[in-house]
Every structure is written in structure tokens, then in C-alpha cells.
């Protein structure tokens, strides 16, 4: 019945109208080529017979009001069902977080992007809808990514969009790495996707790209992929290189990528992470202030419980600010050029 449904081809109809879960799962084949498997609502595997190696994970609303990547994630879809285009690397799609898709917000309870690498469980015993699904979504990648043999590629990109516009439109997220090289074959990939600005995380976290990244030596990033907008408002244009390029991907298609050059690319290393301790955190600088803007040391950028915080680096530039998050979550991410990172 659900796959009947399926016959539209719109595999995001089918999960916003089913946004808890699907009542058992169901899989069929496309062509002689293709297995397809939906798991749950929002979670449809795209199975080559003959496959080139590479393990790709996309995902999509986390944060349920972030719609451009879910109408990009959902358009891939649609263009392998109809068999438009056919898979040849194993891929999951995942829509995060369809609740809050449906009310059109970021979250319902709890932001989900806090909430992964077990995080969903602490404390034990407390249940909203987001720590139901990141518990669901981290055994679909540990399914997805462990059914196969060992010495494959995997890859996790987790699309997201900002609240805010940004001096450098498209920029990821690269997950603290501790003893890993950071790949110049995967920042050329996002360059080429239009993703021209990368930001090397400096510590764990609990969001989804660092849980693929950790857990299984997942290329991994939280890529934005520009300005949040309503669903059926994103300028589409906007995303015809990361398209062509997420194509090309799991159509094992030639990537066509340049040798990596730190001069064709912007980076950033996060300098540190300010987390809010009281109700009073505010920030000193405009509401519209763009993500990346860049303040001198000393500027006071933020006042908490009677205290100025203010820059410590000579300069520090400034992403994600946001005053109206829980005690104890970031408030705002501070970064600085990156010189040294290694890179290979
Ligand atoms: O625009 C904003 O303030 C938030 C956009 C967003 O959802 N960003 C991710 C980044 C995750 C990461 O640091 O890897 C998030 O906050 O979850
Ligand atoms: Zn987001």
C-alpha cells in the first residue's frame, strides 16, 4: 500500500503524510540495476547491483524549517526513481526530522543536531520526538554502512541551511579529526559543489557529521548550503553545482576534481565554541549581522551575567550566533584563518 504510494515518485510526499513512521518497511527492485529499500519514513537506500565502492550518506532536515536541501535530496530521489539517473555507489537519503518539517520549524523539542553519539539517551528516560528519530537515524547508518565489507568509501554529507545570510554563502563543517588528515580530495569535491568555505572543527561535538565522521571514518561534514527559506521558495538555481556534483557522485560519474589548492578555498579553524551559562546571554552586534563577520580583539561581542565577552584573537570572525538556545548549548562558534591544518 505505502509502495503503491510510491508510484508519484515522491518519496517526500510519502514521508510528510506517514512523518512518525512507516508501518513496516518495504523494497523493490528498479530495472535490473537498482534494490530499493525504504527502512522507515524518510529513510529510502538505493542498492546498485554492480557497485563502485563508495558508501554515501545524504541527509536533510535535521532541522525541519532548513528546506532547500530537502528539495534538493528529494529532487535526487525523484530523478533515481524515474530512473533518470541510476545509482552506481550504495546510498542512503535520510529526511531528518519530518515532524518538523510538517510544522515547518527547526525543531519540535529539542534540537536533533545535539543529540547524536548517544546523546539521544542522556539522561536516560527522557523521550520527545527528536531523541525518538536520532536514535532511529544513527542505527539506519550503522545498518547502512556495516551490512557491507570493510576498506569501502563512506561519506556523509548532512545538509543544512542558516538562519542567517553569510559572507561566504555555502560553507561545511568539517568534525574534529584527532589523528586523521583532513582530505583535500573531499574540500576540491565541495569547492566544486559550490561549498567554497570549510571550517575545521577543533573538539568533539554531539551533531550527526561528527557521529558518522568518529563512529566510522566517515568523510563527513554539516554542509549549508546558504539562507533558510520556506518550503516551495529556494531559489533552485542556487544549487545547480551541488547538484550536478552529488550526481555525478552517485552516478560514479568523473568528478573532474583539481589537485587541492588552500588558495581556491576559504578555511577556518574554530578558535572556540561559546556556550551559554545564564538566561541573560545577549550579543552586542545587530540581530542581522552575517555569519562570518569578522571582529577585532577586545570588541565585546557578547554580556552574560554581568560579564563582557569579548575577542581574544587578533581578530575572530563569527558563525551560528544565536542568544535564544538552552543553557549549557553554543551560542556562537569563533574562528580564525586556518594556516597549518593538515591536509592531505
Ligand atoms: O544558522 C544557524 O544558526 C544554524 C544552522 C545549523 O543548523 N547549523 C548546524 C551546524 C552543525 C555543526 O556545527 O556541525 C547546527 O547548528 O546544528
Ligand atoms: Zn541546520
Same mark, same amino acid.
Given at each position: 500500500?505505502l509502495q503503491?504510494?510510491?508510484d508519484?515518485?515522491?518519496?517526500?510526499a510519502?514521508?510528510?503524510a506517514?512523518p512518525h513512521?512507516f508501518?513496516g518497511?518495504?523494497s523493490?527492485?528498479l530495472?535490473?540495476h537498482?534494490?530499493?529499500?525504504?527502512?522507515?519514513?524518510?529513510v529510502?537506500v538505493?542498492e546498485p547491483?554492480?557497485n563502485?565502492?563508495?558508501?554515501?550518506v545524504l541527509?536533510?532536515?535535521?532541522?525541519?524549517?532548513?528546506?532547500a536541501?530537502i528539495?534538493?535530496?528529494n529532487?535526487l %530521489?525523484t530523478?533515481l !526513481?524515474?530512473?533518470?539517473?541510476i =545509482?552506481?555507489?550504495r546510498?542512503l *537519503?535520510? #529526511?531528518?526530522?519530518?515532524?518538523?518539517?510538517n510544522n515547518?520549524t527547526r525543531i519540535?523539542d529539542?534540537n536533533m543536531?545535539?543529540?547524536?553519539s548517544g546523546?539521544?539517551?542522556?539522561?536516560?528516560?527522557?523521550?520527545?520526538p527528536e531523541r525518538i528519530?536520532?536514535k532511529?537515524?544513527?542505527?539506519?547508518?550503522?545498518?547502512?554502512?556495516?551490512?557491507?565489507?570493510?576498506g569501502?568509501q563512506? %561519506?556523509?554529507?548532512d !545538509?543544512?541551511?542558516?538562519?542567517? =545570510?553569510?559572507?561566504h554563502?555555502? *560553507?561545511? #563543517?568539517?568534525?574534529?579529526?584527532?589523528?586523521?588528515?583532513?582530505?583535500?580530495?573531499q574540500i576540491m569535491?565541495?569547492a566544486a559543489s559550490g561549498?567554497?568555505?570549510v571550517?575545521f572543527?577543533?573538539?568533539?561535538t554531539t551533531t550527526?557529521s561528527y557521529f558518522?565522521?568518529e563512529r566510522?571514518?566517515?568523510?563527513?561534514?554539516?554542509?549549508?548550503?546558504g539562507k533558510?527559506?520556506?518550503?516551495?521558495q529556494n531559489?533552485?538555481?542556487?544549487?545547480?553545482?551541488t547538484?550536478e556534483?552529488?550526481?555525478?557522485l552517485i552516478?560514479?560519474?568523473?568528478?573532474e576534481?583539481?589537485d587541492?589548492?588552500?588558495?581556491?578555498?576559504n578555511?577556518?579553524q574554530?578558535?572556540?565554541?561559546i556556550n551559554?551559562?545564564?538566561d541573560?546571554?545577549?550579543f552586542?552586534?545587530a540581530?542581522?549581522?552575517?555569519?562570518?563577520?569578522?571582529?577585532?580583539?577586545g570588541?565585546?561581542?557578547?554580556?552574560?551575567?554581568?560579564?563582557?565577552?569579548?575577542v581574544e584573537?587578533?581578530f575572530?570572525?563569527?558563525?551560528?550566533?544565536?542568544?535564544k538556545v538552552?543553557i549549557?548549548?553554543?551560542?556562537?562558534?569563533c574562528?580564525?584563518?586556518?594556516?597549518?591544518?593538515?591536509?592531505?
Open positions: 500500500m503503491a504510494l510510491l508519484s515518485k515522491d518519496f517526500l510519502l514521508t510528510l506517514n513512521t508501518d518497511t518495504f523493490f527492485k530495472g535490473d537498482t534494490q530499493v529499500e525504504v527502512w522507515d519514513t524518510g529510502i538505493f547491483v554492480h563502485e565502492g563508495k558508501d554515501i541527509s536533510c532536515g535535521v532541522h525541519g524549517n532548513e528546506t536541501p528539495e534538493l535530496c529532487g %530521489i530523478q !526513481l524515474q530512473q533518470k539517473i =545509482a552506481k555507489q546510498t *537519503f535520510l #529526511i531528518g526530522n519530518p515532524l518538523a518539517i515547518g519540535i529539542e543536531n545535539r543529540l547524536f546523546e539521544h539517551s542522556n539522561p536516560p528516560g527522557l523521550i520527545n528519530r536520532a532511529k537515524l544513527e542505527a539506519y547508518v550503522d545498518k547502512f554502512y556495516t551490512s557491507v565489507t570493510d569501502r563512506r %561519506i556523509h554529507y !545538509l543544512h541551511t542558516a538562519m542567517r =545570510a553569510s559572507k554563502e555555502k *560553507f561545511a #563543517i568539517y568534525p574534529y579529526r584527532p589523528g586523521r588528515a583532513f582530505s583535500g580530495e569535491f565541495l561549498v567554497d568555505t571550517l572543527h577543533h573538539e568533539p550527526f558518522s565522521s566510522y571514518g566517515a568523510d563527513a561534514f554539516t554542509i549549508e548550503l533558510v527559506y520556506p518550503m516551495g531559489d533552485m538555481t542556487r544549487f545547480i553545482a547538484h556534483m552529488f550526481m555525478r552516478t560514479a560519474k568523473p568528478l576534481l583539481t587541492f589548492d588552500a588558495d581556491k578555498v578555511l577556518y574554530v578558535c572556540r565554541v551559554k551559562h545564564a541573560d546571554f545577549e552586542t552586534f540581530t542581522d549581522v552575517e555569519n562570518f563577520r569578522s571582529f577585532p580583539k570588541f565585546v561581542l557578547a554580556r552574560e551575567g554581568g560579564q563582557d565577552i569579548k584573537q587578533e575572530e570572525s563569527i558563525v551560528f550566533p544565536n542568544a538552552p549549557g548549548n553554543r551560542t556562537v562558534i574562528l580564525i584563518p586556518a594556516v597549518n591544518a593538515h591536509v592531505r
